[in-house]
């Protein structure tokens, strides 16, 4: 590594042998592995070869609609081969894409597809009718689905006769807009570089020690930053195949695991969960499974020794990152995961982590601030919104709003967003903390937990809770009492077989629980 000048005010490090762009990166696999297998949809099976084939056929159909260097390109695809195929042509050509989830609704895209001026997009058949009507996109003037629709050019007809060579980007030029979850407000479009999409393809495959022979199923949103990043762009890295998975079911996950050979994923712990508990689980030979990167939330510890003791070959590591991070800022090295579970892992190598008080100014070892994260693979910014750029950046420094801790040993913790942060009587109490003792219980899908305004305490807490199995409220509360503080113990709940609200990127929408238990609808126990 060395210590590079990027973006005009940002040092960072850099590793030194590294492709220069997402085109080289491709480029680079074909050459290693040109006759393996590099993705699989289905029935279909597509060598390295051919799949770059598609994509310089797939760049010359962009080519002559008129596509080019920095016009952006949005795909509105689910997890299916032409999403690979479309981002890797419109890289050929140096043009931006523009991942969009498939579960966004028709203002959503309208407003995205605006806000980023996007002239192409791909899409679903089944999503025609929400697209924006031309006054609404008015840059939008190609449109192509996969599959035969009235008012768009099938995607097939684009990969010609002819190819086109890529071009080279230079290293700090915007690869893809990637839309934030928009929470609150409305959604920004982080804009991932080619340096920064090329460092965290290293990341993930140096650390998880990725080779050709490695096979990833593709089982989250291959729209959302970690399908781009942790499975398409790592595969890359790592010449390995990608196999793809169009819905999540822990059944249908298992038997192409096995069918597969599958080595490597990236899921969330719900779906670990998921198959652990399927009782169809010991039907399915996963001895091949290594490497099992997890992220957004954390795994109970119950989990990651059922997991021990049921795929003893299984390397399970946190990762912990963000849109803004272009996937990892920490990954867990597998031999601690055991030992510090409350923990996301170590900072990955290129990258810096600060924790930072109100004044901006860094704590002590092992306190509590809000975590500042640097390093090459962090965006340059939002598009075309200066002003939360300026919020949100200091000397390329994202701040990530979320409130944590870094020990002696470099171990990060997260302990819980700043905005969820409750304050009973004086007690803050992090969120997170008591929704993983709930998680652990075994009649949890899920939980979460937020402030109930109390005119005495100012807040109490009150949890959300997902069950698989009969639990009553007073279980789930002496459950909690057994391991934490009293004063943490939720004293109401909302329970539930029905999943909580998330939003078209799959985030929790705390702030719509929030209202709820501030306007009481909660059905309280």
Same mark, same amino acid.
């Given at each position: 590594m060395r210590v590079e000048a990027h973006f005009g005010d940002r040092i960072v490090r850099c590793f030194v042998d590294r492709p220069r762009d997402v085109n080289a990166l491709f480029a680079q696999a074909v050459a290693r592995n040109a006759g393996g297998e590099a993705l699989i949809d289905g029935a279909e099976r597509l060598t390295w070869r051919d799949l770059e084939d598609s994509v310089a056929r797939g760049a010359a159909g962009l080519a002559r609609r008129g596509l080019g260097r920095g016009d952006r390109v949005a795909l509105l695809l689910?997890?299916?081969?032409?999403? !690979? *195929?479309?981002?890797?042509?419109?890289? $050929?050509?140096?043009? *931006?894409? !523009? #991942?969009?989830? *498939? $579960?966004? +609704?028709?203002?959503?895209?309208?407003?995205?597809?605006a806000q980023c001026e996007a002239s192409a997009i791909v899409h679903e058949v089944e999503l025609a009718d929400r697209l924006p009507a031309p006054a609404d996109a008015p840059a939008l003037r190609t449109r192509l689905a996969v599959g035969e629709c009235a008012g768009s050019e099938p995607f097939a007809a684009l990969i010609g006769g002819d190819r086109v060579d890529a071009v080279v980007s230079d290293e700090e030029d915007t690869a893809a807009i990637l839309y934030t979850s928009g929470t609150t407000g409305r959604p920004k479009g982080a804009m991932l570089t080619h340096l920064g999409i090329v460092h965290s393809a290293l990341h993930y495959a140096s650390t998880m020690r990725l080779t050709e022979s490695d096979r990833s199923i593709a089982a989250v949103p291959l729209s959302h930053v970690t399908g781009v990043i942790a499975l398409i762009a790592t595969m890359l890295r790592c010449a390995g195949t990608l196999i793809l998975l169009r819905e999540f079911k822990a059944v249908n996950f298992m038997e192409l695991a096995a069918r597969e050979r599958m080595t490597h994923t990236v899921l969330v712990p719900a779906m670990v969960n998921l198959c652990l508990l399927a009782p169809e689980f010991d039907r399915f030979d996963l001895s091949a499974w290594r490497i099992g990167g997890y992220g957004g939330a954390p795994m109970p510890p119950a989990t990651i020794e059922r997991c021990a003791q049921k795929l003893p070959r299984? %390397?399970?590591?946190?990762?912990?990152?963000?849109? %803004?991070?272009?996937?990892?800022?920490?990954i867990m090295p597998a031999r601690f995961s055991a030992t510090h579970a409350d923990s996301v892992g170590l900072t990955v190598a290129c990258g810096d *982590? !600060?924790?930072?008080?109100?004044?901006?100014?860094?704590v002590a070892p092992g306190e509590t601030g809000e975590l500042w994260i640097g390093g090459p693979m962090v965006v340059r910014g939002y598009w075309n919104d200066p002003q939360a750029t300026a919020r949100e950046f200091t000397a390329g420094y994202w701040h990530s709003g979320d409130l944590g801790s870094i020990d002696a040993e470099g171990f990060v913790r997260v302990f819980d967003r700043k905005k969820d942060l409750i304050n009973r009587g004086g007690y803050k109490i992090y969120s997170a903390e008591v929704e993983g003792v709930l998680i652990a219980h075994p009649a949890v899908v899920e939980a979460a937990v937020v402030a109930k305004p109390c005119p005495v305490l100012g807040e109490r807490v009150h949890a959300f809770v997902c069950l698989r199995a009969d639990a009553t409220a007073d279980e789930l509360?002496?459950?909690?009492?057994? +391991?934490?503080?009293?004063?943490?113990? #939720? %004293?109401?709940?909302?329970?539930?077989?029905? #999943?909580?609200p998330r939003n078209a990127n799959g985030k929790l929408l705390k702030r719509l629980l929030r209202e709820r238990a501030a306007t009481g609808v909660t059905s309280a126990s």
């Open positions: 689910g997890n299916r081969k032409e999403f !690979v *195929i479309a981002w890797l042509a419109a890289a $050929r050509l140096g043009a *931006i894409v !523009v #991942p969009l989830s *498939i $579960r966004a +609704q028709g203002p959503e895209l309208a407003y995205m597809l299984l %390397e399970l590591m946190n990762l912990y990152g963000a849109t %803004e991070t272009t996937s990892p800022a920490t *982590i !600060v924790v930072m008080d109100d004044a901006g100014r860094a509360r002496a459950h909690c009492a057994a +391991q934490l503080s009293d004063y943490k113990v #939720p %004293e109401t709940f909302t329970l539930s077989r029905d #999943p909580l």
